[in-house]
């Protein structure tokens, strides 16, 4: 690109590991930043955390603006080391890695697996939930979920030694098809935590389309439970969510909803509102009609 040495060591420029260097001013963006690496990398690809932030992932916190960048090596190469780079060698699998706008990347699925040794069984659960989930192609322009419960066992069977397999076979126990978010999915492990029912996720109202839906809850008992995070703040979304709400009362069910502040106390609360909703439905007489009628 016709810079000279002196010009790159100069005050314009500054290093951003062996081989690479930035213009002062220049910030590196997160994909900017990876396909730098990958191009003074020959045969490497994004991995672990960085990967899961490129494909927009569900992370906890610590990790969510992590800047350390991960890259991956086969086996047979030797390990990348770079100032701020962590680097990995391991045995991936052809349909493991991907190409997205040109850059090398390990695929959702093979990334879930690889931060099974990190990641705590809770989020893990959570990000299983977001690629087995089913899209809505109106919203997503897809209709297919980034993976299923039998192709997340599938490729775990070729790494039966990788660091994390145990966990990650734990979370596919507690993965359900059904979760649209990172804190729905919490609220439910709360939920199993503390000795309750198995809800039902997506629980429509209706067997009609577009019929109102809760995000989870128990049909026989008439519990409706949402989630509402921070896009139910919209003036639209909020009548829509209180439209949603009127119908599953009007129906005599019981509508507990929660938002971040329970989130943010582990759903302890939600937990206690849940299971007295459960007590109170042992006491209704259409509730008790309806377990009666269906045995």
């Known amino acids: 690109m016709g810079f000279t040495r002196d010009k790159l060591r100069g005050s314009n420029f500054a290093g951003a590991g062996y081989g690479l260097y930035r213009p002062t001013s220049w910030e590196f963006t997160l994909p900017e930043a990876a396909r730098a690496l990958c191009a003074a990398t ?154 309750l029912p198995e809800p039902e996720l997506q629980l429509a109202l209706w067997s009609t389309p577009n019929a109102p839906s809760a995000d989870l809850g128990y049909r026989k008992r008439r519990i409706a439970i949402q989630y509402d995070g921070g896009t139910h703040n919209d003036a639209l979304q909020a009548k829509s969510d209180a439209r949603r709400n009127a119908a599953f009362r009007n129906a005599g069910w019981d509508v507990l909803i929660f938002d971040r502040d329970h989130l943010a106390d582990g759903f302890d609360s939600a937990v206690r509102q849940i299971k007295a909703a459960l007590r109170r439905a042992w006491t209704d007489p259409a509730v008790v009609a309806g377990f009666a009628a269906s045995g």
């Open 42 to 195: 020959p045969g490497a690809w994004i991995s672990h955390t960085t990967a899961a932030q490129l494909h927009g992932l569900i992370l906890p916190p610590w990790l969510e603006d992590s800047t350390e960048l991960h890259v991956s090596k086969p086996r047979k190469l030797p390990e990348t080391r770079r100032k701020g780079i962590t680097g990995h060698t391991l045995l991936a699998f052809e349909d493991e890695i991907e190409t997205v706008d040109g850059l090398a990347v390990s695929t959702r699925a093979r990334t879930w697996l690889d931060l099974a040794r990190v990641l705590p069984l809770p989020n893990l659960v959570c990000m299983g939930d977001q690629l087995i989930r089913i899209p809505r192609i109106v919203f997503e322009g897809r209709s297919e979920p980034y993976a299923t419960i039998a192709s997340l066992r599938d490729m775990m069977a070729r790494h039966g030694n990788l660091q994390g397999i145990v966990r990650a076979r734990a979370a596919l126990e507690l993965m359900r098809v059904g979760s649209d978010s990172g804190p729905e999915t919490m609220l439910r492990l709360a939920m199993l935590d503390a000795g």
